[in-house]
């Protein structure tokens, strides 16, 4: 476990779960590696170490078994202010362990612009997919 702690991978965002994707643009919500409950840490220690660059609204922990989780602020501007404070430098509130910081998309969109999300039809035509109506059935 003790090499666990210290390793990182290079790209953590690519087994995030779909709830926790990348986005290109600053978002308010942050995709932290290396950090959460597999390795000790506690969803209050996570929000202490973010409160100090804004209001958290909410820290998620999806996945129990991987040391990743989402971060979402109040702002844009905080959220920015802890990923430069806070991507690829060791946290000492964290055992000293460096945390692996970007920018996510939000979890709750469903179907994000520029996302191509579709299948093809019996003759071989893709066909765009609506997530937003799939998931809406879904919860009725």
Same mark, same amino acid.
């Given at each position: 476990? &003790? ?56 820290? @998620? ?13 109040? /702002? ?9 404070? /806070? ?14 910081? /970007?920018?996510? @998309? ?29 998931? &809406?059935?879904?919860?009725?």
């Amino acid at each position: 476990e &003790a090499g666990e702690r210290g390793a990182m991978a290079e790209s953590p965002s690519a087994a995030a779960p779909p709830a926790m994707r990348a986005s290109r643009e600053e978002t308010r919500f942050l995709f932290v590696a290396n950090a959460g409950p597999k390795l000790g840490d506690t969803e209050s220690a996570l929000r202490d170490v973010f409160g100090a660059f804004g209001d958290v609204e909410d820290v @998620r922990v999806p996945d129990r078994a991987i040391a990743q989780c989402l971060v979402t602020m109040r /702002t844009r501007d905080a959220a920015r202010a802890a990923r430069e404070a /806070t991507h690829k430098r060791p946290c000492r509130a964290l055992g000293n362990r460096a945390l692996w910081v /970007t920018f996510a @998309r939000d979890p709750t969109d469903a179907n994000p612009k520029g996302s191509r999300s579709g299948r093809r039809n019996e003759v071989g035509a893709f066909v765009l997919d609506d997530a937003a109506a799939r998931v &809406a059935a879904a919860r009725a």
